[in-house]
Every structure is written in structure tokens, then in C-alpha cells.
């Protein structure tokens, strides 16, 4: 492929959109240049970041194989106790149940017709009282305007093609994920810095043997997180009703809005899985409280100290978060695109194979803003994670 130049605008070049694409994915080839400034190459860095991570953990053996090893295992043991906990829950449900009808008494359909002077109800074919008069049980009777005729069937969260049972499942798959990770998470640690010293990145864990543990300062600085992350969410979304509500269409505006404040803070948490996300000691506000606060200081009509304490008491709570939104905001493309990766690290199992590779994508964005990029390195040989010089989990 012929090699792109930075100087030329993507005008002038055929298939403009086609080779910004093309600039973008294989971008990380080039170390040299800095991250790309264009958004829609930003954003296919961002997008094939993970994929140049596996590429490199495949190129070497002993990574390769402790990267399958981990990943399949971990998703092995995923599909396997989910399953089994929807199966206990099944078999629960119908153990609940079973001093009612039997099943197919149960699943048989319930008709129900109404007409101007009676209503019907029928059971597995046999009528309820009271009867409709003859000439309104006829089969043309049914089609006449104004009659209405209703069928209720029962669900079974054992059918594979209801919603409920694929509902079941994937709460399932996720409860036993958090734990397997939870309990699994140094070999992903492990996986991380085997990335990050493949692709000359000065790693930001210390050397490690991992080990199936529990870590609970992990667990709880985690359970933290997500409450100051729901809290922030919730004061937002607050303030979307609050300017949406005098307008027209609110309910339409607050079901696009509130997916977009949504994918803003994916974006945001995504840039925070990288240590280097929180360096940024002098991070300002960010945009939404900047904005607030010139609309409840410069607009009349708003200017109210409600409003204003409102902005004060939402900075307090979100000011955690300035130093990773302070570096979406220089990066705002490129963190989309990981971002994309990162949702489908969501999915059950695919995290297994994904998630290791999010926080050292999201550190090579980084690095690669600052020009902070270390030289390749040798492999440090392993520790004892509770050593002094390593860094506690």
C-alpha cells in the first residue's frame, strides 16, 4: 500500500473517504506520525486499536498461547455455570408451579369475545357462561364492526424463542461473568502487559504471577466507580428533563438525548480505563458543565440560585471524572471508535477475549497524543504481585 501523505489534503485524493479509512486502520503501523487529526481516520484508529494489540500478542508464542488459554478457559467457564444457573432457575419456576394445571392445560389459548349484548370466553375450545345468543355465535357474527375478539396465550420462559427465556439467559451469562472475572482478573492484568511491552508501551502494571483470587480493594474501589458513575448519569438526565420539558415533543427529544448522554460517558469510561487517563491534575470542567454554567450566569431567565447551586453540587460529583473527559475532549474520534469495542466487551464471553486489550488501547491513544511512546523493552521476568516494588491491584 502506498504510503499516505499527512501534507495532502484527502480531497485530492480519490475515494477520499475510502483512504482516510484505510489511513486510519493502518495507522498504527506508523509510530512515528502522531495520532491522526482527521475524525473519520481518528475514529477507524481508535476502531482497529484492539486489533493491531492481537495481532502483536499472536505474533509471539508465549503470549499467543497465554492469551487463548486465559480467554477460552474464562469463556468455557462462562457458558457453562450461566447455563446451569438458567437451568436451576427453570427448573425452580416450574418446581413453583406445580401445584397449578398441567402444561398443557396451561399453554391451551384463551378467546375471549365481546359484542354489543354479551361477552364469551373460551377455554381449550369449551365456552364460558354466559352464552352468546345464536345468531351471535356464528363464525360471520365475529367479523361484524364494533365486536371484539381477543386470544391470550400463556408464555414459557423454557421456549428458546421467547423473549423472556433469552432475557433469563443473559442476565445469567453476566452474573457469572462478573464473578469469573472478578475472581480471574490478574491474568488478564498479566495479558495487558504483555501487550503494552509487545507494542513498546511502557506498561502500568508491575510485574505479576497472576493467580485466581479475590481481590477486595479491587471490588470495592469498583463498586464505587459505578455508584459515582450512576450518580453523574442521573444528574444529567435530570437536567435534559428539565430543559426538554416546556419544549414540544419532549418524550421523542429525551429518547434521543438520553442515549447520547449515555454513549458520551461509555466514551468518557473508556478513555478512563488507561492509568494515564487520570495524570491530568489541572483538568477543567468539562463541556456540559461549562455550558451549564453560562446558562445559568449569562441567560436571562435562568439566572436562578437554584439553578446555580444545582451546577455547583453537580460539579462536586463529577469532578472525579475531569481528567479522563479533559482527554476525550483533545481526542474525541479516536475515543469513539475504541469505544465501539469496548460496547461489544460488554456482550457475555466476548469480554473474556477483549477486555484485556481496552486499557492498553486506550494508553497507546494516549501516550501517542503526548509523544511519550518507550522504546521496545525486554520481557520483565515475574513477581509476586504482593512484592513492595509491584503495584497492588
Not at 351471535?136 to 375478539?149: K, M, T, V, Y
Not at 478512563?272 to 487517563?277: G, I, L, N, V
Not at 521496545?376 to 509491584?390: C, E, L, N, Q, R
Request: with cysteine.
Amino acid at each position: 500500500m502506498s504510503q499516505w501523505n499527512e501534507q495532502e489534503p484527502a480531497a485530492r485524493t480519490p475515494f477520499a473517504a475510502w483512504e482516510d479509512v484505510r489511513s486510519g486502520a493502518a495507522h498504527f503501523q506508523r509510530r512515528p506520525l502522531p495520532s491522526p487529526q482527521h475524525p473519520l481516520r481518528a475514529f477507524v484508529h481508535g476502531l482497529c486499536l484492539p486489533y493491531h494489540l492481537l495481532r502483536a500478542l499472536w505474533a509471539d508464542a508465549a503470549a499467543r498461547r497465554r492469551y487463548l488459554w486465559v480467554s477460552i478457559l474464562q469463556a468455557i467457564t462462562v457458558l457453562v455455570l450461566g447455563g446451569l444457573l438458567m437451568d436451576g432457575g427453570t427448573k425452580a419456576v416450574h418446581r413453583s408451579a406445580s401445584d397449578k394445571p398441567p402444561a398443557s392445560a396451561r399453554k391451551a389459548p384463551v378467546k375471549v369475545f365481546i359484542a354489543s349484548d354479551s361477552v364469551r370466553i373460551e377455554m381449550d375450545g369449551t365456552a364460558s357462561a354466559p352464552e352468546a345468543p345464536e345468531e351471535a355465535e356464528d363464525s360471520e357474527d365475529d367479523d361484524i364492526p364494533g365486536n371484539l375478539a381477543a386470544t391470550l396465550e400463556t408464555e414459557d420462559l423454557a421456549d428458546v424463542t421467547s423473549l423472556e427465556f433469552w432475557a433469563a439467559l443473559l442476565a445469567a451469562l453476566h452474573l457469572v461473568q462478573w464473578g469469573v472475572i472478578a475472581l480471574t482478573r490478574d491474568y488478564h492484568d498479566a495479558i495487558a502487559r504483555e501487550a503494552s511491552l509487545l507494542t513498546a508501551l511502557e506498561p502500568e502494571d508491575g510485574p505479576l504471577t497472576p493467580r485466581v483470587r479475590l481481590n477486595v480493594r479491587w471490588l470495592l474501589k469498583e463498586l464505587r466507580h459505578r455508584w459515582r458513575s450512576l450518580v453523574v448519569f442521573v444528574l444529567g438526565t435530570v437536567v435534559l428533563s428539565f430543559l426538554t420539558l416546556p419544549l414540544p415533543g419532549s418524550g421523542l427529544l429525551m429518547a434521543v438525548l438520553v442515549p447520547l448522554w449515555s454513549a458520551y460517558w461509555v466514551v468518557v469510561f473508556t478513555a478512563s480505563k488507561s492509568a494515564r487517563a487520570w495524570t491530568d491534575t489541572t483538568a477543567g470542567a468539562p463541556w456540559f458543565l461549562r455550558g451549564w454554567t453560562v446558562l445559568t450566569t449569562q441567560v436571562p431567565g435562568f439566572r436562578w440560585k437554584l439553578l446555580q447551586g444545582y451546577g455547583r453540587f453537580w460539579t462536586e460529583r463529577t469532578r472525579f471524572a475531569f481528567s479522563p473527559a479533559a482527554e476525550v475532549e483533545r481526542q474525541p474520534w479516536a475515543f469513539a471508535g475504541l469505544s465501539v469495542v469496548r460496547a461489544l466487551s460488554m456482550l457475555p464471553v466476548l469480554k473474556c477475549f477483549l477486555r484485556p486489550l481496552i486499557p492498553v488501547a486506550s494508553a497507546h491513544l494516549l501516550a501517542a497524543h503526548r509523544h511519550t511512546l518507550a522504546a521496545p523493552s525486554p520481557h520483565t521476568p515475574v513477581a509476586d504481585p504482593d512484592a513492595p516494588a509491584s503495584r497492588p491491584a
